[in-house]
């Protein structure tokens, strides 16, 4: 091509100025039916005022269950819940009952005895291996509050090491706390909503979040 | 891995080469020759109630996709745009309306896979491309059928009929079903994903494999039991989901009496020993709803067969009396996908469905304290075979100790290694296919 000719096919062209009402895709399938607009996800907390001394009394009982975990101070973290004291992770954001739906985790203060006796077995096979967690906790949101009762929405993030590979979660603590004879309170319900909870899990998950 | 294929040295009768795990090869050659010919489990007809509805799937190393058309069939098909290869579906499941359009250009095509429109079709006048040309469409799974409601895909267009695929192991499907009321069952909308960093052999042996779960899962099994004796003691009972744990800590004289059955083409049952079959209030109301529903008779036979689960070769487990399949889908030599489905009886009472949901939730999820120690084990499986200290895979154990009729092996002992020797004579039979390459 010569730069005659170059010119004269650039020196052309066409300008789209006003946008015909159906795109592309439209015009070849108008109908999105199934196809619906994508809708908002997640949860989002509530806030309420409380006394700062209380929210800092709960920061710690929080921060304190996850240092335990990475601590593997198994017994010392149940005793962190209540007698009757649940812990769980839905396999959905969406699931609202511990008892009548899947879950990841589902388990009360006994099964909670079963895996921390489990990993503390001297053949407990999968924790030959180098196993250690890291938890990172965010700001504390209390939700609801009464006199012996908070409910707290805490985002975290957790890191884990298993040989030599690092693996990362992060999500959202759900607590209910109730308050005990003795002036401290206690968990009823770590509900845990991993935000990664539905992709496919490399290995599984040995320990609680 | 040799030039040719040599599976008279690499699969024995009593042993094999450790490269049928590790060698990448071979394992091209297994999805050719089994995957990808076989036929593979899709999912269940209620995955895609309503039409548009599809479900992403991997048929060895084809992404398809499984759909419901408008007249109410499903179809499965190549997910794929005849026109530049893009995925039509990108997600595991959704619903995709009236038809597929791909994002890339707009072509669009029918629930059953025919080219709905392609966009300034002027641009193909003259060309070898036309809309009546079939590879215009979306290739489709050669074959698909469905049994008692679970759909599976050939990509071969011959070889056995479903029905013939599974032969007697169709008990799977049968021993879930008839424990609905209704002679049904619905899919539970939670798919649990578990990777394993092992060949999915790994997998298939284990399931059969009854003397491992008393070393591999001692500490889960003892720590249950110790629970299950002190509530037992205070209460006078404790709930079936420890029984569910504590059992796997049975002696190996206890495991070594528990039977697996051989079949035909590689599948397998390994009998009962959980005693799933309770007299409590739950359990009377839902024997009285079978009984209206098939009468004593067909509700004995239905609730007494001994089955804990049924494999069927080479990609799925289906632990029918509590109503849990887990799909193998290959990811390579070493990496291995499973996909963990529940089911819920139609018609059963609620309780039935929350009892067994705890075995999903105990063994079945991503948080099991039993698959724990079994993927560590097959890690380590995989690792150590990558050895060349010893080449070999040994499969001795109660060899020539089992019992054959009409072409099925039946263990004298539970722990008996004759599951892994029937499943390497089917995968042997497969790859025979491999041996006789059209450039030999």
């Given at each position: 091509?010569?730069?005659?000719?170059?010119?004269?096919a650039?020196?052309?062209?066409v300008?789209?100025?006003?946008?015909?009402s159906?795109?592309?895709?439209e015009?070849?399938?108008?109908?999105?039916?199934?196809?619906?607009?994508?809708?908002?996800?997640?949860?989002?907390p509530?806030?309420v005022?409380?006394?700062?001394?209380l929210?800092?009394?709960?920061?710690?009982l929080?921060t304190?269950?996850?240092v335990?975990l990475?601590?593997r101070?198994?017994?010392?973290?149940?005793?962190?819940?209540?007698?009757?004291?649940?812990?769980?992770?839905?396999?959905?954001?969406?699931q609202t009952?511990?008892?009548?739906q899947?879950?990841?985790f589902a388990e009360?203060?006994?099964?909670?005895?079963v895996?921390a006796?489990?990993?503390m077995?001297?053949?407990?096979?999968s924790?030959?291996a180098?196993?250690a967690?890291?938890?990172l906790?965010?700001?504390?949101i209390?939700?609801?509050?009464?006199a012996?009762?908070?409910s707290?929405?805490?985002?975290?993030?957790?890191?884990?090491?298993?040989r030599?590979?690092?693996?990362?979660?992060?999500g959202?603590?759900?607590?209910?706390?109730?308050?005990?004879?003795?002036?401290?309170?206690?968990?009823?319900l770590?509900?845990?909503?991993?935000?990664?909870?539905?992709?496919?899990?490399?290995y599984?998950?040995q320990a609680?979040? | 891995?040799?030039?040719?294929?040599?599976?008279?040295?690499?699969v024995?009768?009593?042993?094999?080469h450790?490269t049928v795990?590790?060698?990448?090869?071979?394992?091209?050659?297994e999805?050719e020759?089994?995957?990808?010919?076989?036929?593979?489990?899709?999912?269940?007809?209620?995955?895609?109630?309503?039409?548009?509805?599809?479900?992403?799937v991997?048929?060895?190393r084809?992404?398809?996709?499984?759909?419901?058309?408008?007249?109410?069939?499903?179809h499965?098909?190549?997910?794929?745009?005849?026109?530049?290869g893009?995925?039509?579906?990108?997600?595991?499941s959704?619903?995709?309306?009236?038809?597929?359009?791909?994002?890339?250009?707009a072509?669009?095509?029918?629930?059953?896979?025919?080219?709905?429109a392609?966009?300034?079709?002027?641009g193909?006048?003259?060309?070898?491309?036309?809309?009546?040309d079939?590879?215009?469409?979306?290739?489709r799974?050669?074959r698909?059928e469905?049994?008692?409601?679970?759909?599976?895909?050939?990509?071969?267009?011959?070889?056995?009929?479903?029905?013939?695929?599974?032969?007697d192991a169709?008990?799977a499907?049968?021993d879930?079903?008839?424990?609905?009321?209704e002679?049904?069952?619905e899919?539970?909308?939670v798919c649990?994903?578990?990777?394993?960093?092992?060949?999915?052999?790994f997998?298939m042996e284990?399931?059969l494999?009854a003397?491992?779960p008393?070393?591999?899962h001692q500490?889960?099994?003892?720590?249950a039991?110790?629970?299950?004796?002190?509530?037992k003691?205070?209460?006078?009972?404790a709930?079936?989901?420890f029984?569910?744990?504590?059992?796997?800590?049975?002696?190996?004289d206890?495991?070594?009496?528990?039977?697996?059955?051989?079949?035909?083409?590689?599948?397998?049952?390994?009998?009962?020993?959980m005693?799933?079959r309770p007299?409590?209030?739950?359990?009377q109301?839902?024997?009285?709803?079978?009984?209206?529903?098939?009468?004593?008779?067909?509700?004995e036979?239905y609730?007494?067969?001994?089955?804990h689960?049924?494999?069927?070769?080479?990609?799925?487990?289906?632990?029918s009396?509590?109503?849990?399949?887990?799909?193998?889908?290959?990811l390579?030599?070493?990496?291995?996908?499973?996909?963990i489905?529940h089911?819920?009886?139609?018609?059963?009472?609620?309780?039935i469905?929350?009892r067994?949901?705890?075995?999903f939730?105990?063994?079945n999820?991503?948080?099991?304290?039993?698959?724990a120690?079994?993927?560590?084990?097959?890690?380590?499986?995989?690792?150590?075979?990558?050895?060349?200290?010893?080449?070999?895979?040994?499969f001795?154990?109660?060899?020539?100790?089992?019992t054959?009729?009409?072409?099925v092996?039946y263990?004298?002992?539970?722990t008996?290694?004759?599951?892994?020797?029937?499943?390497?004579?089917a995968?042997?039979?497969y790859m025979?296919?491999?041996?006789?390459?059209a450039?030999?």
């Open positions: 091509m010569s730069q005659t000719q170059v010119k004269q650039l020196g052309s062209g300008v789209i100025e006003a946008v015909q159906l795109t592309g895709a015009s070849i399938a108008p109908d999105h039916m199934g196809r619906s607009r994508q809708s908002a996800v997640g949860y989002v509530q806030s005022n409380i006394d700062p001394g929210l800092r009394q709960v920061e710690l929080l304190r269950q996850a335990l990475d601590a101070r198994w017994s010392d973290w149940m005793e962190t819940f209540t007698e009757d004291g649940i812990y769980w992770m839905p396999a959905a954001p969406e009952d511990w008892a009548s899947p879950s990841i009360d203060r006994l099964l909670m005895e895996r006796n489990r990993l077995h001297p053949n407990a096979w924790q030959a180098q196993w967690t890291h938890h906790l965010g700001a504390v209390v939700e609801q509050a009464s012996d009762a908070l707290t929405y805490t985002p975290f993030q957790m890191m884990e090491v298993r030599d590979k690092v693996r990362h979660f992060g959202s603590y759900r607590h209910h706390l109730v308050k005990q004879a003795d002036g401290q309170w206690k968990i009823r770590q509900r845990v909503d991993m935000f990664n909870a539905q992709a496919s899990y490399d599984v998950i609680w979040v | 891995m040799p030039a040719a294929l040599d599976l008279d040295h690499l024995q009768p009593d042993r094999v450790r795990y590790t060698d990448q090869a071979i394992f091209d050659l999805m020759h089994i995957f990808e010919s076989a036929w593979v489990y899709c999912g269940h007809e209620s995955q895609v109630k309503e039409v548009g509805q599809y479900q992403t991997q048929i060895g084809q992404p398809m996709v499984m759909v419901r058309a408008k007249d109410g069939q499903i499965v098909l190549y997910n794929r745009c005849p026109h530049r893009v995925q039509l579906c990108g997600s595991h959704g619903n995709t309306g009236s038809s597929f359009v791909c994002p890339y250009h072509w669009s095509f029918h629930l059953d896979g025919k080219v709905r392609i966009p300034l079709i002027k193909y006048e003259g060309t070898r491309l036309s809309t009546d079939p590879d215009c469409n979306m290739a799974a050669a698909v469905s049994y008692r409601g679970f759909v599976f895909a050939s990509l071969s267009p011959t070889g056995p009929s479903l029905v013939d695929f599974l032969g169709k008990v499907f049968d879930m079903c008839d424990r609905s009321p002679g049904e069952v899919v539970v909308p649990h994903r578990v990777v394993q960093q092992s060949n999915w052999k997998f284990n399931q494999d003397l491992h008393s070393v591999t500490s889960t099994g003892v720590s039991r110790r629970v299950e004796k002190q509530l003691e205070k209460e006078g009972s709930p079936l989901h029984h569910y744990l504590s059992t796997f800590a049975s002696s190996f206890q495991w070594d009496s528990v039977q697996t059955v051989n079949f035909p083409h590689g599948h397998g049952i390994l009998k009962a020993y005693g799933l007299t409590d209030p739950d359990t109301e839902y024997e009285a709803l079978m009984r209206k529903a098939y009468g004593p008779e067909k509700t036979e609730l007494s067969r001994s089955i689960h049924v494999l069927i070769y080479p990609y799925l487990s289906v632990q009396p509590l109503q849990q399949v887990r799909c193998l889908r290959p390579g030599p070493d990496k291995t996908l499973s996909e489905w089911f819920r009886l139609k018609g059963a009472p609620e309780a469905y929350r067994s949901m705890w075995y939730n105990l063994v999820s991503p948080a099991t304290m039993i698959n120690d079994d993927l560590e084990n097959w890690t380590r499986g995989q690792n150590g075979l990558q050895s060349k200290g010893n080449d070999w895979v040994s001795h154990r109660n060899m020539g100790g089992d054959e009729k009409d072409g092996l263990s004298n002992n539970g008996s290694e004759v599951v892994m020797r029937n499943q390497f004579k995968w042997r039979n025979s296919r491999a041996q006789t390459p450039t030999a």
